[in-house]
């Protein structure tokens, strides 16, 4: 074990669904990573957007029974409002933030054009007069709040990929219902928890250097990263439910033990055990696989390197 004094890592579901075996698989990973390093391990449930019912039970339930514990208790984004207002008046305080009018069909057009960065919000609304946002308005189009970014990159380093530099633009704060947007809600929440390591999927690298500038613009530490493989379909897609037996339910409908389908996502990372604390001192970050693993439910090995 490496010996650590402080801190602490997470896992953050969206209650959108049942966890499905890559999500497992990745808050396996990030109990690892923060109880090898004596962390605490916190969760936190990330509902600003579509939400299940039952689905948050579900999920925590099924971190249980893979053997997976947690410090404190659970948080929850939708009640966290203030402090992400808070940010945003922060922000605005330092003339960082400004209203947008643009529709998903105007953004998706734009970015697509032949001119700056490829997905870069391309700043349409960021120099509207004031007539202009006042004729917007008088058109009854809600504003969304965004991020006036003094950059166009940054960079981070990262415990798999190590150096990464990627875009930042002038991304949402607020949505247009007066919701946060995960950029922001994210920085925020790993601040104000402590959380000085954030494990999670590698399809989030790439917004990743987009919330470093935040937290830095904001003041705020920035956490170590660690962007894991994901376990893609036979198809090379993220799994869906369509694809089978994808969820630990799944799973024991088939006649598996939560601890069997536990040493199958165990033996996908190279190790061997039934229970987490078995593997805490196999692990170690140099041996997490850099590739993504294939879930084919019909196969005999269903977990197999891609």
Known sequence: MIPHTAGAGR???????????????????AWLFARSTARNFRLRIE???????????RQLEDLAAIGLDWDGEVVRQSDRASRYAAAIEQLGAAGMTYECYCTRKEIQKAVSAPHGPMGAYPGTCRDLTEAQREAKRAE???????LRAQTTEFE??????????????????????????????VVVDDAAQGFDQVVRGDDLL??????AYLATVLGLAVPAYAHVPLVLNTGGARLAKRDGAVTLR?????????????????????????????????????????????????????????
């Open 11 to 29: 896992f953050a579901p969206s209650p959108s669904g049942d966890l499905h075996l890559g999500n497992l698989r990745t808050a396996l990973l």
């Open 47 to 57: 509902d600003l957007d579509r939400v299940r019912p039952g689905a948050e039970q």
């Open 140 to 146: 009854g189009r809600p504003a969304a709040l965004r």
């Open 156 to 185: 981070i380093t990262d415990e798999i990929h190590g150096r990464y530099r990627g875009l930042v633009d002038d991304f949402v704060l607020r949505r247009g219902d007066g919701t946060a947007a995960y950029n922001l809600a």
């Open 206 to 211: 790439p917004s990743t250097p987009r919330q």
């Open 250 to 306: 799944d799973r024991t409908a088939l006649g598996e033990t939560p601890r069997q389908v536990f040493a199958m996502l165990a033996a996908s990372l190279g190790l061997r055990g039934e229970t987490p604390r078995a593997l805490l001192d196999q692990f170690t970050p140099a041996t997490v696989p850099h590739e993504p693993w294939i879930l084919d439910p019909g196969h005999p090995d269903p977990l197999r390197h891609s």
